[in-house]
């Protein structure tokens, strides 16, 4: 099961992480070690986090008991951003016997997680750049082409490589090569317009264009790799305890 909320606070990004530490990270630590039946894994980046259990009545009362616990401090959960899902390995089978569809998705750290299975019929977390995200980005790029359109193509291009590559840098993970494929298309097609629209008697062929995004436009390649592997890294013993440590993601967040 998975929990997904979002602590609303008044105070700044920094504070508010040094009190979550005292009011959430502390009590949810001692929660699993004193009261969670089975494997349970917290993971909080800011005022987001998202909690898996490997019981569905373990979920329903760390739930409870959480919501008793930020009111002790004054916090509430997100009414909206909060939800409890099946999700996992045995989500979809499980569902399926009960007549059920697909298991929900869920967004975290600028990115969609979907139960999927791989073409052997084995489960797989699928983490996709979220849609809304991807979009605002190129909106971004967009707007920015604009102001930048009459400058030179290789101080246009320099800039372009940095954006481009600092957003494969975060979202080039296994299983989003159609969305990074379809970023760096966008970013091409809006760069073709913007040097079209410099001079109407000076026309940007399309093997040109190929030129210069072979010269400044990074490919779309998974860089990063499968979560199993870092966490091979940093666990050389996969044991439940170590499965169930508390998870600190680093700082930097999507583009």
């Not at 930048?148 to 600092?166: E, N, P, T």
């Amino acid at each position: 099961m998975k929990v997904t909320f979002c602590v609303q606070g008044v105070i700044s990004p920094l504070l508010a992480n040094v009190y979550l530490h005292y009011a959430y990270d502390l009590w949810s630590q001692q929660w699993r070690k004193r009261q969670a039946s089975g494997e349970m894994i917290v993971v909080r980046y800011a005022d987001d986090t998202i909690v898996g259990f490997q019981h569905e009545d373990g979920a329903c009362r760390f739930l409870d008991d959480l919501r008793a616990r930020l009111a002790t401090f004054a916090l509430t959960l997100h009414p909206e951003k909060t939800r409890l899902i099946e999700f996992g390995r045995h989500a979809q089978a499980n569902r399926r016997q009960r007549g059920l569809g697909r298991p929900e998705s869920f967004n975290f750290l600028g990115f969609t997680h979907i139960c999927a299975e791989t073409q052997g019929g084995r489960f797989q977390l699928r983490r996709m750049s979220m849609r809304k995200r991807l979009r605002a980005k190129l909106a971004e790029i967009k707007e920015e082409l604009r102001r930048r359109q009459h400058r030179r193509l290789a101080d246009q291009g320099q800039w372009l490589k940095s954006v481009v590559a600092g957003y494969f840098a975060y979202h080039a993970v296994p299983t989003n090569g159609r969305a990074l494929s379809a970023f760096r298309y966008h970013v091409i097609q809006m760069w073709l317009r913007s040097l079209r629209r410099r001079s109407q008697r000076h026309r940007v062929p399309w093997d040109r264009m190929t030129r210069i995004v072979e010269a400044w436009i990074p490919p779309a390649r998974i860089s990063h790799p499968w979560p199993s592997k870092r966490f091979d890294v940093k666990h050389s013993r996969q044991e439940p305890s170590a499965l169930a440590a508390h998870a600190r993601i680093c700082a930097g967040g999507p583009g």
